[in-house]
């Protein structure tokens, strides 16, 4: 995911959300090497992908500064499956890429011919034999810009929505043409992070429920798109709780919707400046992030 920042900035006094230290799971027991399977898996997308996160250091003109990170959704997934399968992760991510930038008609992160597009490719030619994982995590960055101003830009999110039905579908097609038999490919649907503005004040709750209708109906458009290639979809909104507003008590007394406390749990939003409101997950939301991946890979390799 790409963090754009508005001149306003988010502050949660109310709720205060731990973060620190990556044992947020037991990885399953690894078996003997010589005994497993091998694989790789190759993930494609935007910032999240590539597992960044807030670093509590600041850049120069004093944004919060993420970087990638080896707690990303990923990295669990290799985890988890190590006991099934032996996976070498190949990360390809670009901060900010969209499912246009990633056709190749603009890329910051690589210089042209060469795109991350161009570079999945490759890499799946030269593995064209063998077993492998693709998640595909793309989609978010077409319409975050539209929803985290002051107000949803409903132009700007039917416009986003668009391209994404126009230009996922020639994304998946490439990927899948360049892949072997052997490849098993997940695409993403996404929380809303910006539930977190719910707690700004009481102006700010028809915001939240603004850019939740925005999310859930781009997860819709993804997951139409996803299964009419053929591509499992992580049910990632189910594991931020996306759309049980269901009334919980949080820290300091305030009652707050579940999805809502959910989205403080497993991201930065409501974190103190200089780590925070940052809409990346946390180490536990990459974890549930990854949870969902792995329940629609295969059971056995």
């Not at 109310?14 to 003997?32: E, K, M, N, Y």
């Not at 707690?71 to 290799?78: F, W």
């Not at 009481?202 to 997951?223: H, K, P």
Request: hydrophobic share 40%.
């Amino acid at each position: 995911m790409l963090r754009r920042r508005t001149a306003t900035r988010l502050a949660f006094g109310a709720l205060i959300v731990l973060v620190s230290g990556t044992a947020w799971f037991r990885a399953p027991q690894r078996a003997s090497s010589a005994t497993l399977p091998t694989g790789f898996y190759l993930d494609v997308g935007g910032s999240s992908s590539l597992g960044y996160e807030p670093t509590g250091q600041l850049t120069k003109d004093g944004a919060l500064l993420d970087k990638p990170s080896n707690n990303g959704y990923a990295n669990v997934v290799v985890r988890l499956e190590a006991s099934k399968i032996d996976l070498t992760l190949t990360k390809m991510g670009c901060p900010g890429e969209t499912v246009v930038t990633l056709l190749g008609l603009k890329d910051h992160c690589y210089k042209l011919p060469t795109t991350q597009m161009s570079r999945a490719q490759n890499f799946l030619n030269a593995h064209h034999d063998d077993t492998g994982v693709v998640s595909i995590d793309i989609g978010f960055n077409d319409v975050q810009p539209c929803i985290e101003t002051a107000q949803v830009e409903v132009g700007c999110v039917d416009e986003a929505k668009e391209l994404v039905n126009a230009d996922l579908p020639k994304v998946v097609a490439k990927l899948k043409s360049a892949a072997g038999p052997n490849v098993h490919f997940v695409g993403m649907e996404y929380p809303d992070p910006f539930l977190a503005r719910f707690l700004l004040s009481s102006d700010e709750r028809s915001y939240a429920t603004q850019t939740l209708n925005v999310i859930t109906e781009l997860n819709q458009e993804l997951t139409t798109v996803y299964r009419k290639a053929g591509v499992a979809v992580a049910d990632v909104p189910a594991a931020f709780l996306n759309s049980d507003s269901t009334s919980t008590r949080i820290s300091g007394g305030e009652i707050v919707p579940r999805n809502v406390d959910q989205v403080c749990a497993y991201t930065f939003m409501c974190r103190a400046y200089p780590w925070g409101p940052d809409d990346h997950p946390n180490d536990i939301g990459y974890v549930a992030i990854a949870k969902e991946i792995v329940r629609v890979l295969p059971s056995s390799w």
